[in-house]
């Protein structure tokens, strides 16, 4: 016999693509005549790479970035034809298929001969963006071998297997205000290598380095293009200013239902280790999300709503479930009843993905980006 299945899901993330146009355009209005990249790398920071993608552009995005071909070539099959640039490599990267697809390559050092053959292979000129390591210490060629690499790139691009579409960097502190004269450097740094591109003869036709910090705070990164990542989801990359401050709206909300509810007395131990006990006779709400589902496991007290009231994480978080102390009479069965409707974090409840962040002692990046398949992803279409 076959199963049927509800439609509803048991938990469910819901993405907001009004909310996302509207970070694209408010972002996009801000750096103009600068272009905007939306950042679609990590399944769109969990929100769904295609989907996002997708608005992103309608919105006013002309160019997309992942990190990896792979993600890169996912959104080619799946029709989208924007300006697209994939910037980390390894020894197993499909250059072959990202030429044959018109995507744009990062390049940092020898993976440029990897690429040439790429392009001997398909016949076709790979585009590629020559990375210059001001301080990040990540990918991207030091100074000392930009140089070479330059000269390397024009050798290729005479010869018709390369052109070299942009320079480009990343920044380490700019998200932090007392990072400036780190950014300032490494602007200094970014510009000689820009020179020393012109000088064997590149045409450098997008210079970019701003990503969500720099392009929120300081307008002198803007140059052709802004890397807009976690701030075309609604989300703050500082301390002290919130997405509200920064004219953005969060994109995700995260919600599920009720599984059970019971009494619980004075005392009781609650999920693993007894790290929380019931100060008086209550009432537990069992909550049918977990570490599996990438709710962080040490978020205890993080806060929840249910049904139009705040709660906080009692005891320890599992990998499916976590326990909410309903600090109510044990009797009673009408608060928070099993079905009634929870958010994490999203519009609804206003909690901010920030507040789970804190508790788990981590950033709102990877909060939304680690929530699993386990979830569904309920895309509301922007109109």
Known sequence: MVKSWTAAPERWVTIDHSALAHNIGTIAQSVKPAQVMAVVKADGYGHGAVEVAQTAVAAGATWLGTAHVREALELREAGIAAPLLAWLHTINTPFEAAVAHNIDLGVSGPEIEAVAD?????????????????????N???????????????????????????????????????????????????????????????????????????????????????????????????ADRTATDLGLRPVMSFGTTV???????????????????????????????????????????????????????????????????LNTDRDDETTAPVGAEVELFGAQSGIPSDAWAQAADTINYELVTRIGTRVPRVHKQWV
Not at 118 to 137: E, W, Y
Not at 155 to 179: K, N, Y
Not at 265 to 279: I, L
Not at 299 to 324: C, L, S
């Open 118 to 138: 790429a392009a001997r292979a398909t016949n076709l000129p790979a585009r590629v963006h020559l990375k210059i390591d001001t301080g990040l210490s990540r």
């Open 140 to 238: 991207g060629a030091v100074p000392e071998a930009w140089d070479a690499l330059c000269r390397r790139a024009a050798e290729l691009q005479q010869s018709g297997l390369v052109r070299v579409v942009g320079v480009f960097t990343h920044f380490a502190v700019a998200d932090d205000p007392v990072g400036e004269p780190a950014v300032d450097e490494q602007l200094r740094v970014y510009h000689e290598a820009v020179d020393t591109a012109r000088k064997h003869g590149l045409t450098v036709d997008v210079r970019h380095v701003a990503n969500s910090p720099a392009l929120l705070s300081r307008p002198d990164t803007h140059l052709d293009m802004v890397r807009a990542g976690v701030a075309i989801y609604g989300l703050s990359p500082f």
């Open 259 to 325: 599984a059970h509810n019971k009494p619980a007395d004075e005392g009781t131990g609650v999920s693993y280790g007894y790290a929380y006990r019931c100060e008086t006779p209550t009432r537990l709400a069992l909550i049918p999300c977990g570490y599996g589902d990438g709710v962080p496991r040490i978020a205890a007290g993080a806060p929840v709503w249910i049904g139009g009231k705040y709660y906080r994480v009692a005891g320890r978080i599992a990998m499916d479930q976590f326990v909410v102390d």
